[in-house]
């Protein structure tokens, strides 16, 4: 037993199964990953969910992807064992084919945010000076796009403001569409804490979440409709008193109009609007509104929505006019919900941004960047297609081939019928994955690629905290990393020199000098400095400065310092129930399952907890229509129908319906969501359509 513990390793590096990013070791014997051990990390203290536990079996998982493929016979062939040589070239000769004939945004790719930062800039920077094509967009378009714009029109900083650790602080949590237990189990640890200090607790749901039933005042909220409550409760806050007059003359512009705006929610109208008890809206209103450290907390429950931007800036107008943001524990904070969602967003690979969250618009952010690749400014492209947007591009036929990163838009994207055209008119269609995802399946190449255990580079997590990844094993068969992949597809196509690098950790010191002066500034973060201070937050402008756990502190990020509050009317969601289907339904997450379940599907034991779909339904409405708990039933949108088991709850309203959305083929709910988007960052509306339910026997 001696020997055995001897030749085992523990490799410190963090989970990549959500937002918190927790630390912990992985148990590395024989050249594989065996286990997992506690790591005293400042944000989860060593804890680690269900998922985090097993997440390691990825690694050596029997489904990995060992070699390229390529789809040998036409659409109707079958994918087959190729080479990279022959993948690689492949590639090329039609990349060049299809640019030479139709432009160069006849190329697109499909990124994530699942991947390092380095993989993440590594994409953003082929894509733009190799490839040449404005069409880059990544999936954080569907996960918290919404959030990342309301907070820079209103503190010209995307970035959560606080740490996980000043929780604690707070008087009164108002948690607004997340599922913190569930989602996020690790960063509840610092709820706890706070309510064991005597914290408050409200949450406003359509769902009794596990959150809500350990609340003080649940606010049961009709979906889509979360901007009446937010401004009714403000309204009453000005009624009782409870507006720091003196923080929103000094440090912020547009009260007034906001003051203006929300006079007519009255707890009634709420009341009328979102289904929550007008005396419910009140109380809320005190126990926020009296608390001497407030802080909110939201995510996709607000976020994905036709006025998700608006639903996050409702929030920071009650958060700045409390005269929160800036204090320890105070304030409002985005809950990022994709292992690393907030650097993926940072790094280049959104339509409209350039490393360092620098505008594609701007010409002197334009003439840096350029700079840094050594490309002349007018060779860079201009703003692309929001990922949304890419996909109805690839159906009309504008856009020829993708190559799609870490996504499963088979599952992940509303309206499943635009984005089977769009995936089958592509040629080819490009995949680089780890295991064969619903996409993959239909791709005319499939590359393999490394996990999180075989990476070396950095991560950023949920609170802007800048954590390295390190590599503990080596890939399985002829798995690469994506960089390297990129790397060898620039040299085939005569760019080389633009992607020259043979280590990840070339690409971050690039990284530090393509965002020095931006917004999300990484130039003073080193990897040395990252293991000396357990992360390091941006900014960080320089090797001297610890970083920056806590925004706002004195100055927003605007140029006079100051926040801006908006206005915020309601607006009814893009899909309202009616005779035929009058229910609403929503979607989300359960804590077994990552996104659309293409990686924990696989590892038995979460998959065991929650092995399929279910629909969710009140009993009332259960009994009128006549439906017993575990009965199959058709749920039925405008877009087509599922069969699903029901789960009869009390604990969801009874109009509302619910289904997770982590599965694939017949049982992927976003066939049957809207794809009706935000205006202004084009996130879709999944967490509200008009559906109806039905009993098989009577469909
Ligand atoms: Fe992993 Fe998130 Fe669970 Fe932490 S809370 S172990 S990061 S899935």
Known sequence: EHATRISEELVPTHCSFCGVQCGMNLKVKDGQVIGVEPRNYPHNRGSLCPKGIVAYQQASHPDRLLYPMIRRG???????RASWDEALNYIVERWQRIQAEYGKDAVSIYS????????????????????????????GRLCMSSAAVAYAKAFGVDRAPLPLTDIPEANCILTVGVNLAECFP????????????????IVLDPRETPLARTADLWLPVRPGTDIVVLNAILRQMIHDGLIDEAYLRERTNGWEQVREEVESYTPEYAQKISGVPAARIVAAARLYGRAATSLIMHARGIEHSTHGVDTCLA????????????????GSMMVTGQGNGQGGREMGQKANQLPGYRHIDVPE??????????????????EGAAATEMVHLMADGEIKSTMIACSNLMVSLPDNKVVQKALHNLDPLIVVDFFMSETAELADVVLPTTVWCEDEGTTTNLEGRVIKINRAVDPPGEAMPDWEILRELARRMGKGALIPYQTSREIWEEVRVASKGGVSDYYGITWEKIDEQSGVFWPCPSEDHPGTPRLFTERFGHPDGKAKMFPITYRPA???????????LTTGRVVYQYLSGNQTRRLGFLNSQAPEPWVEIHPHAANQLGISNDEIVRLRTPRGSM???????????????????????????????NAAVDPTVKIPEYKVCAATIEKLSTA
Not at 316 to 327: D, I, T, Y
Not at 368 to 381: C, K, Q
Not at 645 to 673: E, M
């Open 574 to 584: 893009a899909e309202e129930p009616g005779a035929d289907f009058p229910f609403r």
């Open 186 to 201: 690790i960063a509840m640890q610092w709820v706890w804490k706070a309510r064991d200090k005597g914290a408050h607790l």
């Open 643 to 673: 069969q699903l088991k029901a789960l009869v709850v009390p604990s969801i309203r009874p109009d509302t319906l619910f289904v997770p959305y982590h599965y694939g083929h017949a049982q992927a709910i976003n066939q049957l969501t």
């Open 315 to 330: 929030c920071v107008n009650l958060a700045l006019a409390r005269g929160q943001l800036g204090k320890p524990g105070g």
């Open 365 to 382: 952010e334009r003439q840096y960047i350029a700079d840094v690749w050594g490309i002349p400014v007018d060779e860079l492209p201009w």
């Open 74 to 80: 036409g659409k109707g062939g079958k994918l087959e």
């Open 112 to 139: 994530g945010s699942s991947m390092t930062n380095e993989k993440c800039y590594a994409m953003g920077k082929f894509a733009r000076a190799v490839l040449g094509t404005r069409h880059i967009d990544y999936n």
